[in-house]
C-alpha cells in the first residue's frame, strides 16, 4: 500500500496539522459539548452500536416496531427488522400536529430571482396530490419511477410522493445526457419519468424534456408515462397517450393519500455512480435505516436548530442532495435553502446574496466550489452580510487547508466551525465527521468516524497499518444507511464492497491515521476519478471515445488540478487512416459530453500511436497518470510492451 501516497490524485500536499478546537461560543449551545461528551458517546456507541442505533431510530415514527435491530451475514444487512414506518410520512405529516405545520419547509430560489416558499402543510398537500397522480399512472409499490428535473420544489414533491407509496425512486442529475438517461431508464426498468420542460443553468435552459423523448426513441419499453412539469415554459413536443402535464395532473388529483406501510427493508431509492467497470452502478438503499441514519447525522453534525436555515448546494441529482437537501431537513422539520442555477450567475457573489437575503446559517457545499470563490477574490462575499451564519460544511473531496483556512474567515467570518463530511453515494449519509460542538478540526481531514461507525484503515488482508502510514479505508461494521446491493446484480454488490478485504466494506479510498485517531482521506485508489467532487468512471469515459468511429483505443486518467481536484486526461490511439488534428480532439470532448454529460467532457486529450501496457496486456495507468501530471516517469517500467512509447507520449506533450 505504499503507492497510497504516491499515487493519490489529489494535491492535499499541504499537510497542515495545526488544530482547530471548538469554538467556545458555539460549543455553548451545541447538542453534543466538549471533547469528553463525544469520547463518551463514541466510547458508547462503539460498545453497543445497535444500542445506539435503537435510540436514534426511536426519535422518529414507526407504524409497527422492530424485533432486532440487525439482522447481518456479510454482506446483507437488515435493519430494524419487521417494522413499519414511511419516510415521506416521516418527513411531512409527523410535524403536521405541531408548530411546525405553518413552517417553512422549503425556500426556493431560481437563477432569474423567482422566490418560492412552502410550508410543511403545503409540501404535505403537493406530495399527497403527486401521490395519487402517480398512482393514476399505474404506478404500484415497488415500481421505479425516475426523477429528471431541475433542482425545483416539485423534484422534492416527486421523491417524497415515491417514498409515500413505496415506489422506488431513481433519480436522474439533468446534467446527465439523453444517452445516460437512456442506460438508467432501461438498467431501472422505469414505469414513469417525470421531467419539466427545462430549467436554468448560466443563463440558459437546458431542455430537459427534448433530452427524456431522445432517450424513449433509443427504446425504452418499462416506461409506460412520461410527466411533464411546465418550468422554463419553452415550446416542447407532447406525445399523445405518453406524455402528462403536471399541473393537469395534479389539478385531477386527490389530496388524501395516507402513507403507505412499509417494511423497514423495502427500498427507497436507487442511485447510479460510477464504479471501476463501464457501466454505472444502481446503488440501492432502503427505508428504516437510511431513514435512521440520515436523521441522526443531519442533526448532529450540523447541531440542528428549530431556527435555522440549512442550505445544501448539491442537487438532488447527487447523493448528497437526497440526504441533506430534501430528506435530512425534513425529517428534523427543518427550513431548507434550495437555490436553481448556477453559482456564478449573474454575478459571482450570488451564493452570498443568498445567503445574505435568505439569512441563512447552515451552508453545506463541495471544495471545489469554495476554491473557486477563493479564485474570484475577497471582494465578492465581503459585499454581503453573511452574519447569519453559524456552520459550514464541505463534502465530496478532501478540503486543501488554503481553501479550508479561506472558507473559515471570510465565509465563516472565525465564527463558524467548519465540518469536513465524509461519506459516499454507497454510506447513504455522513460517516466520518466533526461534530462541530465537540471535535477540534484539523484543515483537510475529515476527523473521526461518528459514533456508532466502525472506520478504519488496513492493509489487504484487513490488519490495521501503523499510524501515519496509508492503507485502505474500510468499514468494519454495517451501518444503517448502507447500501443494501447494486440493482440487478448483487453479485458485483458482494465482489465490490465485501470481498476485496475479508469481511469488510470497502470504500475504495485511500486514507491514513494519525496520533490523534484522525483520518485523512488520500483520494480513490481504483479507477474512479473525483471531478469537482463528482465521480466519474475512467472506463466509462473510455468506452465513450472508443464509440466514436475514429478512436481505435483509448486510456482515461486524472490529472490533478487545483481548481477541480481531478481534471480528466484521455489518451487516444485512431484507427488507420484516421488523423489526429486540434478539430477531432475538440469533436472527441464533445462527444465525450453527448455521451455521459458535460461533468465527464475531458480536459485534454492526447493522440498516440499506442499505449502503453505490460506483457498482460493491462494499460499502464500509473505512467499514464505520470505523463499526464507532467512529472518524469519514475519507477519500474521493464514491464512494458514497447518502451518508444513512453518518450513518444512525453514529447508529444508541448
Ligand atoms: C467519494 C464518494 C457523498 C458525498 C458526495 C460524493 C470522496 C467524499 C469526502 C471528504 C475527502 C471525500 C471520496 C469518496 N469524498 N467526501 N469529506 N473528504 N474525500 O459522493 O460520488 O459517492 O463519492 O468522494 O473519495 O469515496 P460520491
Known sequence: ??????????????????????????????????????????????????????????????????????????????????????????????????????????????????????????????????????????????????????????????MLACARIGAVHGVVFAGFSAEALHDRLNDAGAKVVVTADGGWRKGAILRLKDAVDDALKRGAPSVRAVVVLKHANIEITINDGLDYWWHRLMAKASPVCPAEKLDSEHPLFILYTSGSTGKPKGILHTTGGYMVQTAWTMKHVFDLKETDIFWCTADIGWVTGHSYLAYGPLLNGATAMMYEGAPLTPQPDRFWSIIARHRVSVFYTAPTAIRTFMRLGDEHPKKHDLSSLRLLGTVGEPINPQAWRWYRKLIGGDRCPIVDTWWQTETGAIMISPLPGATAAKPGSATLPLPGIDADVVDMTGKPVPLGCGGYLVIRKPWPGMLRTIWGDAERYRAQYWSQIPGMYFTGDGARKDKDGYLWILGRIDDVLNVSGHRLSTSEIESALVGHPFVAESAVVGRPDELHGQAVVAFVTLKGGRVASPELKEVLREFVAQAIGSIARPSEIRFTDSLPKTRSGKIMRRLLREIATGGAVRGDVTTLEDFGIVAKLQQDEE
Open 1 to 158: 500500500m505504499k503507492n497510497v501516497d504516491s499515487e493519490r490524485s489529489i494535491s492535499v500536499l499541504n499537510k497542515e496539522e495545526r488544530s482547530y478546537p471548538p469554538l467556545a461560543a458555539f460549543a455553548k449551545t451545541a447538542l453534543i459539548s466538549g471533547k469528553a461528551a463525544r469520547a463518551k458517546l463514541d466510547a458508547s456507541a462503539a460498545k453497543f452500536p445497535e444500542r445506539f442505533w435503537d435510540a436514534a431510530a426511536r426519535e422518529l415514527f414507526w407504524f409497527k416496531p422492530w424485533r432486532k435491530t440487525l439482522q447481518w451475514k456479510v454482506p446483507d444487512a437488515k435493519w430494524f427488522v419487521a417494522a413499519a414506518t414511511n419516510l415521506s410520512h416521516n418527513c411531512l405529516d409527523r410535524h403536521l400536529d405541531g408548530p411546525r405545520r405553518n413552517k417553512a419547509a422549503l425556500i426556493w430560489e431560481s437563477e432569474p430571482g423567482e422566490v418560492r416558499t412552502c410550508t410543511y402543510l403545503q409540501l404535505h398537500r403537493e406530495v399527497c396530490l403527486f401521490a395519487n397522480a402517480l398512482k393514476g399512472l399505474g404506478v404500484a409499490k415497488g415500481d421505479r419511477v425516475a426523477i429528471y428535473m431541475p433542482l425545483v420544489p416539485e423534484a422534492l414533491v416527486a
